[in-house]
């Protein structure tokens, strides 16, 4: 079973960035398509961005487009999500998963999390 780690959140002012990384270990990245989810408090947590297993296909929630790029590093095994523009709206816990199967994934192997908060 693959453990991912998320990092990079914090505290950014409106219009800012922050680069989110998922480092991943126990397998091989590249047997997994990659996606970002998010979950605020009293919402269920939704699609942010994915990845497929090579990173030659990218998709994107309609608030994340223009805005957030993801990407991935098989030989490092780790997935970023690079997030500009950033509003106060964005604010909330953001979490990658690995789907060895799905496309997109599907949800289900989660990290911890990385919390970002966006002041206006």
């Known amino acids: 079973q693959v453990q991912l780690v998320e990092s990079g959140g914090g505290l950014v002012q409106t219009g800012g960035s922050v680069r989110l990384s998922c480092a991943a270990s126990g397998q091989p990245l590249r047997r997994f398509a990659m996606g970002w989810f998010r979950q605020a408090p009293g919402k269920e947590r939704e699609r942010v961005a994915a990845?497929?297993?090579?990173?030659?296909?990218?998709l994107y929630s309609d608030f994340a487009k223009g805005r957030f790029t993801v990407s991935r590093d098989n030989a490092r095994n780790t997935v970023d999500l690079q997030m500009n523009d950033l509003r106060p709206d964005d604010t909330t816990v953001y979490y990658c998963d690995a789907d060895p199967t799905y496309w997109p994934p599907k949800g289900g192997c989660w990290g911890q999390g990385t919390q970002v908060a966006v002041s206006s």
């Open positions: 990845i497929t297993w090579t990173g030659d296909t990218t």
